[in-house]
């Protein structure tokens, strides 16, 4: 004999059977779907409007490293020296220089 015990109707299509969120979505889908939709207006309406374009060296670098502490401490003293590579050569009756 088989211990499971057959019924007419399983729970699954018994009216009454789902937990309460499942029928709150479900039976008002429509305002699901536009509540989800304005949620998504808004948040692209945010985007757009507080979206600032900033490619600045310090929001580039992590300022709380030593190494990057240190390299600032030194640009604010000699400048943007740090910045510049110099190269000077050719010939003894060529010279040139560049900055």
Same mark, same amino acid.
Request: hydrophobic fraction near 40%.
């Given at each position: @004999? ?9 729970? /699954?299509? $018994?009216?009454g ?7 709150? =979505?479900?039976?008002? $889908?429509? $305002?699901?779907c536009? /509540?989800?939709?304005? &949620?998504?207006?808004? /948040?692209?309406? *945010?985007?757009?409007?507080?979206? $600032? @374009? ?8 992590? /300022?709380?490293?030593?190494? &990057? *502490? %240190?390299?600032?401490?030194? @640009?604010?003293?000699?400048? %943007?020296?740090?910045?510049? =590579? ?14």
């Amino acid at each position: @004999m088989s211990s499971f015990h057959h019924s007419s109707q399983s729970s /699954l299509s $018994r009216e009454g059977s789902e937990p309460i969120v499942e029928r709150m =979505i479900f039976h008002n $889908r429509l $305002r699901v779907c536009l /509540l989800f939709l304005l &949620i998504s207006l808004f /948040l692209t309406w *945010q985007l757009v409007t507080g979206l $600032r @374009m900033d490619a600045s060296f310090q929001k580039m670098v992590p /300022l709380e490293h030593p190494f &990057i *502490q %240190n390299m600032l401490r030194h @640009m604010e003293e000699g400048g %943007n020296s740090g910045n510049t =590579i110099s190269h000077s050569g050719g010939s003894p009756g060529w010279r040139y220089f560049f900055r």
